[in-house]
C-alpha cells in the first residue's frame, strides 16, 4: 500500500479531541446503532428465551447458559458444525486456496490473451451475484441439467444435489470463490525475486524442489493472510448452500448457519438462534485476531 | 457477505503491482521454461481443463436465456430467441426489483462513502492515541461474519418495528459497509500528499474546506471505487434484504429472483436465465469500470511537482 508518502514529522501535532471526533462521529454513530448494537444486545438475548411467539415473545426470561448447555447436546447443532468446518476445510482451505495457487502458478509466462481469457471467467465466477451463481450450479447439477445430460451418455445419470449435496455445494463454492485465491498469489508471486528462482534454476533445481524450497516458503505470508481470510468469508456462507440445497436432503447439507436460519428465522426461536451466533462470531473473531496479529504493524501506521 | 474482504486484498495488491509496474515485469518466472514444449502443452492442458470448469456452469445461464422453450438442461438453442427477455421486461418483474435494488444499493454507498470520507480524514491526518485502536477495531470488524450478527439485527429490528422499513435497512448495511469503507478509504486518503493541504492551511483553510477542495477531488479516482464495491456488494447481497424487508414491492432484484424460483412451482428457467443475465450484466460492467479507475490511481501523483 502506498500508505505513508509524507514524513511524519510533517504531520500536525496532537489535536483537541473535538477536532478529532467531530468528522469520525457519523461513523461511529451509525456503528455502533447497528453494528456493536445488535453484537451487545444479542449476548443479552443469547441468555434469555426470548422468542417472537409463544409465551417468550412477551416476557423474555433469563435462563443463564440454558442455551448454550442446550446447544451442545444438540445433535443438530454439533452434526450442522461437522458440515461447517467440512464445508471451510474442503471448498477454503483445500479447494480455493489450493486451485488459486496453482492457476497463478502456471499461469506464469503464458500467452497473455490466454491468461486474461481465463481470468475474465474465474473472476466473473467471484463477482457475480451469489444467488445467481446458485442458480447456475443449481441447474449444472440437477437431475436433467447441463452436467447430468451429459453424464447421461455414460449411464452416470443422477440427481447430484441428492446423492452428493456436500460435495455438490463445496464443489459450487470452490468455483465461485477461487479468483480472490489467485489474484492473492499472483501478485504475491509477481513480488517474488526473480534472481533467486534463477538461480535455483541454473543450479538445476527441478520444477517440485523449486516450488517446494524456494517459492513455498518465499510465499509464507500470502499464503497464510489469505488462508485466513477466505476461512471468515467462508465460515458464515449462506446464500450459494440456500440456493442449492437449501441444507437438505434433511440435514445433510445444513452447515451452521442453514440451521441458525432455521431455528431463529423459521422457528423463531431467537434466543437460540443468537446463542448459536455468539459461537459462530467467537470463531470468526479469533480468526479475525490472528489476522490482525499478521498484519504488519507498519501497514497501520 | 462474502465479499466484504476481498476487494480491498485486490486493491492492495493492485496498487502494489501499479506502484511498481516494471520491476514486476522484470520479476516474470516459469516454473518450467517455456521453451520444454511438453512442459507448456502439459501446462495448456491443466489450464484448459480449469477454463472448462468455469465456463461449463455459465453456459446453462447463457443457452437457457436465449432458447425459446428452456427446461433446466440446456440443449443447443435451435433459434437465438429474445422472448425470454420480452417476457420479463416487465414492471413487476424486472424493473421494480431493479429499482428497488438500485434504491438499496445507492443509497447505501452514497452514505457509506459520505460518512466513510469524514472519518477517514482524522485517520489519515491527526495524530491521536485513540487512532491505532480504532483502526484495529475497523479491521477486526471487517473479518466478522455479517451472517451470524443478522439474527440479532432481525430481534431488534423487530423489537422497534423496523422490520420491511426501506431505510432502516440501509443504514444497516451502511454499517456493515462502513469498516471496510473507512479502511479503504484511508487507505487512498494516505496516498494524497499533505503538502498540497498544508499549503491550503497556510492560507486559512479548515479541515471542511481542504477535505472538499483538495483531498476530496485528488481522491476521487479511490472515491469511485469504493462507491462502485459498495453498490456492487449490496447489489448482489441476498441475505439481509431477504431477512429484514417482507413486502413484494420492496424487494430487490436478489430476493425477487429467489422468489421466481421458489414460489410458482413449475419454474419457467428460460425467463429465470433472462432475469439473471439482466440482473448480473450491471455487476460486471461496474466492476469493469472500477478497475479503469484503480489503474488510473497513481495518476495525480505529479500534482506535488507541478
Given at each position: 500500500?502506498a500508505?505513508i508518502?509524507?514524513p511524519?514529522?510533517?504531520?500536525?501535532k496532537?489535536?483537541?479531541?473535538f477536532?478529532?471526533?467531530?468528522?469520525?462521529?457519523?461513523?461511529?454513530?451509525?456503528?455502533l446503532l447497528?453494528?456493536?448494537?445488535?453484537?451487545i444486545?444479542s449476548?443479552y438475548?443469547?441468555?434469555?428465551?426470548?422468542?417472537?411467539?409463544?409465551?417468550?415473545?412477551a416476557?423474555p426470561?433469563?435462563?443463564?447458559?440454558?442455551?448454550?448447555e442446550?446447544?451442545?447436546s444438540?445433535?443438530?447443532f454439533i452434526?450442522?458444525?461437522?458440515?461447517?468446518v467440512?464445508f471451510v476445510?474442503?471448498?477454503?482451505?483445500?479447494g480455493q486456496?489450493?486451485?488459486?495457487?496453482?492457476?497463478?502458478?502456471?499461469?506464469?509466462?503464458?500467452?497473455?490473451w490466454?491468461v486474461?481469457a481465463l481470468n475474465t471467467?474465474?473472476?466473473c465466477?467471484w463477482?457475480m451475484p451469489e444467488?445467481?451463481a446458485?442458480?447456475?450450479?443449481?441447474?449444472?447439477?440437477?437431475?436433467g441439467?447441463?452436467?447430468?445430460?451429459f453424464?447421461?451418455?455414460?449411464?452416470?445419470?443422477?440427481?447430484w444435489l441428492?446423492t452428493?449435496p456436500?460435495?455438490a455445494?463445496?464443489?459450487a463454492?470452490i468455483?465461485?470463490?477461487?479468483?480472490?485465491?489467485m489474484l492473492?498469489?499472483?501478485a504475491a508471486?509477481?513480488?517474488?525475486?526473480?534472481?533467486?528462482?534463477?538461480?535455483?534454476?541454473?543450479?538445476?533445481?527441478s520444477?517440485l524442489?523449486?516450488l517446494?524450497?524456494?517459492?513455498?516458503?518465499?510465499?509464507?505470508?500470502?499464503?497464510?493472510?489469505?488462508?485466513?481470510?477466505?476461512?471468515?468469508q467462508?465460515?458464515?456462507s449462506?446464500?450459494?448452500?440456500?440456493v442449492?440445497?437449501?441444507?437438505?436432503?434433511?440435514?445433510a447439507?445444513?452447515?451452521?448457519?442453514?440451521?441458525?436460519?432455521?431455528?431463529?428465522l423459521q422457528l423463531?426461536?431467537?434466543?437460540?438462534?443468537?446463542a448459536?451466533?455468539?459461537?459462530?462470531l467467537?470463531?470468526?473473531?479469533?480468526?479475525?485476531?490472528?489476522?490482525?496479529?499478521?498484519?504488519?504493524?507498519?501497514e497501520?501506521a | 457477505?462474502?465479499?466484504t474482504?476481498t476487494?480491498?486484498?485486490?486493491?492492495?495488491?493492485?496498487?502494489k503491482?501499479a506502484?511498481?509496474?516494471?520491476?514486476?515485469?522484470?520479476?516474470r518466472?516459469?516454473i518450467?521454461?517455456p521453451?520444454?514444449?511438453t512442459?507448456?502443452?502439459?501446462?495448456?492442458?491443466?489450464?484448459a481443463?480449469v477454463?472448462?470448469?468455469?465456463?461449463?456452469?455459465?453456459?446453462?445461464?447463457v443457452?437457457?436465456?436465449f432458447e425459446?422453450?428452456?427446461s433446466?438442461g440446456?440443449?443447443?438453442p435451435?433459434v437465438l430467441?429474445?422472448?425470454?427477455f420480452?417476457k420479463?421486461?416487465n414492471?413487476?418483474?424486472?424493473?421494480?426489483?431493479?429499482?428497488?435494488?438500485?434504491?438499496?444499493?445507492?443509497?447505501t454507498?452514497?452514505?457509506?462513502?459520505?460518512?466513510?470520507?469524514l472519518a477517514?480524514?482524522?485517520?489519515?491526518?491527526?495524530?491521536s492515541?485513540?487512532r491505532k485502536?480504532f483502526?484495529?477495531a475497523i479491521i477486526?470488524?471487517t473479518g466478522l461474519p455479517?451472517?451470524?450478527i443478522?439474527?440479532p439485527?432481525?430481534?431488534?429490528f423487530?423489537h422497534?418495528?423496523?422490520v420491511d422499513?426501506?431505510a432502516?435497512?440501509?443504514?444497516?448495511l451502511?454499517?456493515?459497509?462502513l469498516?471496510f469503507?473507512?479502511?479503504?478509504?484511508?487507505?487512498?486518503m494516505?496516498g494524497?500528499?499533505i503538502?498540497?493541504e498544508?499549503?491550503?492551511w497556510?492560507?486559512?483553510?479548515?479541515w471542511?474546506?481542504s477535505?472538499?477542495?483538495?483531498v476530496a477531488p485528488?481522491?476521487?479516482?479511490g472515491?469511485?471505487?469504493i462507491?462502485?464495491?459498495?453498490?456492487?456488494s449490496?447489489?448482489g447481497?441476498?441475505?439481509?434484504?431477504?431477512?429484514?424487508?417482507q413486502?413484494?414491492?420492496?424487494?430487490p432484484?436478489?430476493?425477487?429472483i429467489y422468489?421466481?424460483?421458489s414460489?410458482?412451482?413449475m419454474?419457467?428457467?428460460g425467463?429465470?436465465?433472462?432475469?439473471?443475465?439482466?440482473y448480473?450484466l450491471p455487476t460486471l460492467?461496474?466492476?469493469?469500470?472500477?478497475?479503469?479507475?484503480?489503474?488510473?490511481?497513481f495518476?495525480?501523483?505529479?500534482a506535488?511537482?507541478?
Open positions: 500500500m500508505t508518502t509524507y511524519r514529522s510533517s504531520r500536525p496532537r489535536m483537541p479531541v477536532r478529532w471526533l467531530g468528522p469520525l462521529s457519523p461513523a461511529l454513530v451509525l456503528l447497528f453494528f456493536a448494537g445488535p453484537v444486545w449476548v438475548l443469547a441468555f434469555t428465551n426470548k422468542a417472537l411467539t409463544g409465551v417468550g415473545a416476557h426470561k433469563w435462563v443463564g447458559f440454558a442455551n448454550f442446550h446447544m451442545f444438540d445433535p443438530l452434526h450442522s458444525l461437522v458440515l461447517t467440512l476445510v474442503g471448498s477454503a482451505v483445500l486456496n489450493t486451485l488459486g495457487f496453482l492457476i497463478a502458478l502456471i499461469e506464469r509466462g503464458r500467452k497473455a490466454f486474461s471467467f474465474v473472476i465466477a463477482v444467488i445467481v446458485g442458480f447456475a450450479w443449481y441447474a449444472y447439477l440437477y437431475q441439467g447441463t452436467l447430468d445430460s453424464l447421461h451418455h455414460f449411464g452416470l445419470s443422477q440427481d441428492y452428493t456436500m460435495l455445494v463445496i464443489i463454492n468455483w465461485r470463490g477461487t479468483a480472490f485465491s492473492v498469489y499472483s508471486m509477481s513480488d517474488l525475486p526473480p534472481d533467486l528462482i534463477e538461480a535455483a534454476q541454473v543450479d538445476g533445481a520444477a524442489s523449486l517446494r524450497r524456494v517459492i513455498l516458503p518465499l510465499l509464507r505470508r500470502p499464503i497464510v493472510t489469505n488462508l485466513m481470510l477466505i476461512t471468515l467462508t465460515l458464515a449462506f446464500t450459494l448452500i440456500f442449492m440445497t437449501a441444507g437438505g436432503p434433511g440435514e447439507s445444513q452447515t451452521t448457519p442453514l440451521y441458525i436460519y432455521q431455528q431463529a423463531y426461536n431467537i434466543s437460540y438462534g443468537t448459536m451466533c455468539i459461537v459462530l467467537l470463531v470468526g473473531a479469533i480468526f479475525s485476531l490472528i489476522y490482525l496479529k499478521l498484519i504488519r504493524v507498519e497501520l | 457477505m462474502s465479499g474482504l476487494l480491498g486484498e485486490d486493491v492492495n495488491k493492485r496498487e503491482t506502484a511498481r509496474t516494471v520491476p514486476a515485469r522484470k520479476g518466472f516459469h518450467t521454461s521453451r520444454k514444449t512442459s507448456a502443452i502439459a501446462a495448456y492442458g491443466v489450464l481443463l477454463a472448462i470448469f468455469f465456463i461449463a456452469p455459465l453456459i446453462w445461464l443457452l437457457a436465456a425459446p422453450a428452456a433446466i440446456s440443449q443447443a435451435l430467441s429474445f422472448s425470454n420480452g420479463v421486461l414492471w413487476s418483474t424486472t424493473f421494480e426489483p431493479l429499482l428497488n435494488s438500485c434504491i438499496l444499493s445507492g443509497a454507498a452514497v452514505i457509506t462513502v459520505f460518512v466513510a470520507l477517514a480524514y482524522p485517520l489519515s491526518r491527526y495524530h492515541r485513540f485502536p483502526l484495529y477486526f470488524s455479517i451472517t451470524a443478522l439474527v439485527v432481525y430481534g431488534m423487530a422497534f418495528n423496523l422499513n426501506q432502516a435497512v440501509i443504514f444497516f451502511a454499517a456493515t459497509s469498516p469503507g473507512i479502511w479503504l478509504m484511508k487507505g487512498f494516505d494524497v500528499p503538502d498540497l498544508q499549503a491550503a497556510v492560507d486559512g483553510a479548515s471542511v474546506g477535505l472538499r477542495r483538495i485528488l481522491m476521487l479516482p472515491i469511485m471505487v462507491t462502485i464495491f459498495t453498490f456492487v449490496i447489489w447481497n441476498f441475505f439481509v434484504p431477504f431477512i429484514l424487508l413486502t413484494q414491492s420492496k424487494f432484484a436478489a430476493v425477487s422468489t421466481f424460483f414460489q410458482y412451482g419454474v419457467d428457467y425467463q429465470l436465465a433472462a432475469f439473471s443475465i439482466l448480473t460492467l461496474l466492476w469493469v469500470v472500477a478497475g479503469r479507475f484503480l489503474r488510473g490511481q495518476s495525480f501523483a505529479g506535488v511537482k507541478g
